[in-house]
């Protein structure tokens, strides 16, 4: 059972980290913005896969076209979002900053936005897909303990609105962050004797 806590805890903090900085994530990019902006983005850049690690995580043991689906969200969902974060968070940020004040936004930082945020939004509608499959398959073969997987729907449609901007994006991420953890919890995920049957 510690296993399975454990293992639990590790698959939660990706989620819950991302809902914690969201906190701090400013919600609009200018020169004083800017650096919280760049700073808060390129950590993002090891956090934002990890949710999706995390998720497939939950059927690395099966086989089955289920599970594969579930990886394949999880991986488009990780590659595209982390895009959104380089070009619009990074990249974005640095440039702005570069700037300094009083400067008005280039139309070429507007561009970076342009192409970040349809890149985000396959990462984020991935996502939706990936924890529509995995929440459905988890109540089946959990019953009533696969009732936490439903956390990931709201949390990921929340993200998919809010990004991890305060309040619908942290409430998203830390959603998600729960319910993997839950789920974990709930599968016996982790301990020896139940990995091969989750």
Request: some cysteine; charged content about 10%.
């Amino acid at each position: 059972m510690a296993r399975t806590r454990t293992y639990a805890v590790l698959l939660a903090l990706p989620g819950l980290a991302l809902a914690v900085a969201g906190l701090f994530h400013p919600h609009g990019l200018n020169y004083d913005t800017s650096w919280r902006w760049f700073a808060l983005h390129v950590p993002g850049l090891l956090v934002f896969p990890l949710v999706g690690v995390a998720l497939a995580a939950l059927v690395r043991r099966r086989t089955d076209p289920v599970a594969w689906l579930v990886r394949l969200s999880a991986y488009v969902y990780a590659t595209f979002y982390t895009a959104l974060d380089v070009v619009s968070g990074i990249g974005a940020g640095w440039v702005t900053h570069q700037l300094g004040p009083d400067e008005p936004r280039p139309p070429a930082v507007s561009a970076m936005f342009g192409i970040g945020t349809p890149l985000g939004e396959v990462g984020s509608w991935s996502l939706l897909v990936c924890v529509v499959v995995l929440a459905v398959d988890q109540l089946a073969r959990l019953r009533l303990r696969g009732l936490v997987g439903l956390l990931l729907l709201p949390g990921a449609y929340l993200v998919h609105i809010g990004h991890i901007f305060a309040p619908e994006g942290v409430a998203g991420m830390a959603l998600i962050g729960i319910g993997t953890g839950a789920l974990a919890l709930a599968g016996g995920f982790g301990a020896r004797d139940t990995d091969a049957d989750a």
